[in-house]
């Protein structure tokens, strides 16, 4: 009896699982529990025969000294927990590396897949099913190639069925959330099995190896052990990703998937052919990832700690305002504008005049790709209308025909929009609060559908107060942005008590004077901030985590402008990185 293997998982496999866990407890669901316990039992069942006939064949063995002593079918305690750990520490490091990455975006369809594509699906088959050959072939002829034969039986067939599930879709995920979860997880163990072996923890003995070492007291049988068990690991989860992405990805085809879904039904998602994917949704994914990341960098961070159909579609909302808000602001001149304004007012009276869904989405559709530019038609298209309110929408329009106002005022046409702290907040109602009332309608609708009316009226009239307070800080940041596009958003009654007017803001952006206001802007969009942030807690707790990131992410600017200097990018105060991660941390771990 011994304690040297117990001790490897107390020094150097339980550690890492630890902090694995602290770390993404705040995003740690029943789904992540169930994936991983589900490829835990699956680990496990597959290993026990395999390992137990390894140390009965004496290819490797375990001093009795170096173990606590009980067994099962002659494997020791310790290593039975070693297929537990290093399961679980895989899978939860390859969780968290990928949470960022929306996979609705990456799923393969038909305008995506080239030959190419399919032809290193194939060749990857190929390969997998040449190496298991080889495999069989060391294991006939015995001796030296015994160890790296059995390794290669036992794994291969597992490597070669996952991948020909999931060739297309981990053909078109970034490499890094394949590569990534894998070496890095390999090379620790490397470091972890060679202290082992040298202690004499765990022996692999003479006859049944090549004798090569990766370096001094690492086998190559050993290190190739650790890279195909790593790989199973994360192609495992891959898979599970690829099956849940599908079903998500889908409502025709899934109406009502299981929040856990079973083998079979995971097994079935991936056999359907790519061919009945529904190609323009895979697109407008694509295109909404492309804006929010390009645009929004706050959003795009906030929108990953969301999951399931809710991120989906709270990422298409998202897709829909920014188009029609480029489609104005890029217009060469306002009867364009007004153009487009009008061309989206007829797209929603479209979209919400009949109750048949299928009918109008139909004619939705017609009229969109007969209207608007190529990269604008899959934003509305999938706005998903059918369970969101319409008017928040009309009121965003509202608040763009408010922008338009603009024009003529640096033209002395007519008087500034903005001129009292009412016009302030009313408008900031329509371009921002609107978009918060929608995505709280989201949440509800997804998380908490039972939820009663007078409740979610409540809460989303506190969102509609934090959606002012977060466009009030966007005015303070685009201060001398706005400027140049002879815009002014503070109040005009604001401005006459600093002696100032709005053609004096777009003379002097940058005038002391305004840096007072945008203090006093500041000031007001946190006492709005602080007074509705409450209501937060009261939504559905899976999405309250991910709510706080968004809004607090985006109040952190706000922070930043308080500061004598800050990071400048394209003419806006920006958030460094590190810290927009601090503050989404933070904002998750809030009780």
Same mark, same amino acid.
């Given at each position: 009896m011994g304690l040297d293997y117990a001790l490897v998982h107390v020094k150097y496999t339980i550690p890492p699982a630890i902090l694995l866990t602290l770390l993404y407890k705040p995003l740690f669901s029943r789904l992540d529990v169930y994936r991983i316990c589900f490829l835990i039992i699956i680990a496990v069942a597959s290993t026990i025969p395999w390992d137990s006939y390894l140390i009965r064949s004496r290819i490797w063995s375990y001093p009795p000294d170096a173990v606590l002593g009980p067994t099962l079918y002659s494997i020791p305690l310790e290593e039975l927990f070693f297929f537990i750990i290093q399961t679980y520490d895989v899978s939860l490091l390859y969780?968290?590396?990928t949470r960022p990455t929306f996979y609705p975006a990456h799923l393969p369809h038909r305008r995506s897949l080239s030959r190419n594509v399919g032809g290193i699906g194939r060749l990857g088959q190929l390969l997998f099913a040449a190496t298991l050959l080889e495999g069989i +072939? #060391? %294991?006939?002829n015995g001796g030296l190639g015994t160890y790296m034969g059995l390794i290669i039986i036992w794994a291969f067939p597992f490597l070669l069925l996952l991948w020909s599930l999931s060739k297309d879709f981990m053909l078109q995920i970034p490499m890094k959330n394949i590569l990534i979860p894998i070496l890095l997880p390999t090379l620790y163990l490397w470091l972890v099995d060679t202290f082992a072996l040298r202690r004499g923890t765990w022996v692999i003995e003479q006859g049944t190896k090549y004798g090569i070492h990766i370096w001094e007291g690492l086998d190559i049988e050993e290190a190739f052990f650790f890279l195909v068990t790593t790989m199973l690991v994360v192609f495992g989860q891959i898979a599970f990703d690829n099956a849940i992405t599908i079903m998500e990805a889908f409502p025709a085809l899934f109406p009502n998937p299981s929040r856990y879904p079973s083998p079979i039904a995971a097994v079935?998602?991936? #056999? #359907?052919?790519? @061919?009945? +994917?529904d190609s323009d949704r895979i697109e407008g994914f694509q295109q909404a990832v492309a804006r929010l990341k390009k645009k929004s960098r706050s959003f795009y961070l906030a929108s990953s700690a969301f999951s399931g159909r809710l991120r989906g579609d709270l990422i298409l909302l998202y897709s829909f305002c920014r188009v029609a808000d480029d489609l104005v602001d890029s217009a060469t001149n306002s009867e364009e504008a007004k153009y487009w304004i009008e061309r989206l007012v007829e797209f929603l009276d479209i979209s919400y005049a009949t109750k048949d869904t299928s009918k109008r989405h139909e004619k939705a559709t017609? /009229?969109?790709?007969?209207? /608007? !530019?190529e990269d604008a038609r899959q934003a509305l298209i999938q706005l998903p209308t059918t369970y969101l309110s319409k008017q928040p929408l009309y009121d965003l329009l509202r608040g763009f025909e408010t922008d338009l106002i603009f024009d003529g005022a640096a033209r002395g046409e007519h008087d500034w929009p903005v001129k009292s702290e009412h016009d302030l907040e009313e408008y900031g109602r329509c371009v921002a609060s609107t978009v918060a009332d929608l995505c709280i309608?989201? %949440? /509800?609708?997804?998380?908490?559908? @039972?939820? !009663?009316?007078?409740?979610q009226l409540r809460i989303r009239k506190a969102g509609i107060q934090m959606g002012i307070a977060l466009q009030i800080v966007n005015i303070a940041r685009d201060i001398q942005v706005d400027a140049e596009m002879k815009r002014v958003y503070l109040p005009t009654s604001w401005l006459q008590e600093e002696s100032m007017t709005a053609q004096d803001v777009l003379k002097h952006p940058s005038s002391p004077a305004l840096v007072r206001l945008r203090s006093r802007l500041l000031d007001k969009a946190f006492a709005l901030y602080y007074d509705a942030r409450a209501a937060i807690d009261e939504l !559905?707790? @899976?999405a309250r985590g991910p709510m706080r990131v968004a809004v607090d992410s985006y109040m952190e600017i706000g922070h930043v402008l308080r500061q004598e200097t800050y990071q400048v990018k394209a003419g806006r105060a920006t958030v460094p990185k590190l810290r927009r991660l601090r503050v989404a941390w933070r904002a998750l771990n809030k009780t």
């Open positions: 969780i968290i590396l +072939y #060391l %294991v006939k079935q998602a991936l #056999l #359907l052919p790519d @061919s009945a +994917y017609t /009229f969109v790709h007969s209207t /608007f !530019p309608e989201l %949440v /509800f609708h997804h998380e908490m559908p @039972s939820t !009663p009316t007078a409740e !559905p707790t @899976s």
